[in-house]
């Protein structure tokens, strides 16, 4: 997974990646509080779209295995109604298999991590883990489960007020505050991360808080002779007014990308 950050980093060659397409090692992704498992495959396809959308090259690799990342509950119940179904030496045996497998080729960075990575193993040795063979949409550089995927995570009314970020699709993401905290709320798909990045580098953009970004009397945000936005002051995370806060970022990224201020 370290390799993986590097490779992109480093602008790498698609063929230094594409072997690990195949890695069925599991990796845990924590949101929500919640434990997931998924896989190094999913990584280097992740990061092999980026990189071939990057440089607009055209997807010129097999066809790849894919699967939804799994609840460790889930691979917990499924594991343990594997389990039941062989005897008390078989159990031991494969025990010993998946630790071997686990020492030797994932590696657990820690014992949460582990546990939810040792019942993942043991439906991997025994055959449990169904995958789907799916081409790379070439215009979009996805495949069919992760267009499903993302549709998903966008379907959910979100509270408001909220700035709402649009793709050619629909919503992509969508920001706002809540439980005093701001909350960027995105898909994964390669859109959202592009937005989400410029999001963090405008909030961060000075101490404080946002830019608070001056209007003419028509609404318009004001501009310096370079092009710059006209700002005066911060707006700060815990303001009164979190409307203020929202107009910010909404007036910032839509010079890049659609979205829209909702009260």
Request: proline residues 8%.
């Amino acid at each position: 997974m370290q390799g993986i950050g590097r490779w992109l980093e480093c602008s790498g060659l698609p063929n230094e990646l594409a072997p690990l397409l195949g890695d069925s090692a599991p990796v845990v992704r924590i949101h929500g509080g919640k434990y997931f498992l998924t896989e190094v495959r999913a990584a280097a396809l992740v990061a092999l779209q980026n990189q071939y959308r990057r440089t607009r090259r055209k997807w010129d690799l097999d066809p790849v295995s894919v699967r939804r990342a799994m609840l460790q509950e889930d691979a917990q119940t499924l594991a343990q109604e594997q389990l039941e179904k062989l005897s008390a030496t078989q159990q031991e045996t494969l025990g010993a298999d998946v630790d071997r497998w686990l020492a030797e080729s994932v590696n657990p960075p820690d014992d949460n991590h582990r546990v939810a990575c040792r019942y993942y193993g043991v439906l991997l040795k025994l055959g449990a883990i169904q995958y789907e063979t799916q081409e790379v949409n070439p215009e979009t550089w996805l495949t069919d489960l992760q267009e499903q995927i993302h549709a998903s995570q966008t379907v959910t009314p979100r509270p408001t007020p909220h700035v709402r970020f649009d793709g050619p699709h629909g919503p992509v993401g969508w920001l706002y505050r809540q439980s005093g905290q701001w909350v960027l709320d995105f898909d994964e798909g390669p859109l959202a991360r592009e937005i989400r990045k410029l999001i963090e580098s405008w909030i961060h953009a000075v101490p404080g808080g946002v830019p608070r970004i001056v209007f003419d009397a028509q609404g318009r945000p004001k501009r310096h002779p370079t092009g710059g936005f006209l700002t005066d002051g911060v707006v700060p995370p815990d303001t009164d007014s979190p409307i203020d806060y929202l107009r910010s970022v909404e007036t910032f990224i839509s010079a890049h990308h659609s979205c829209c201020l909702v009260t």
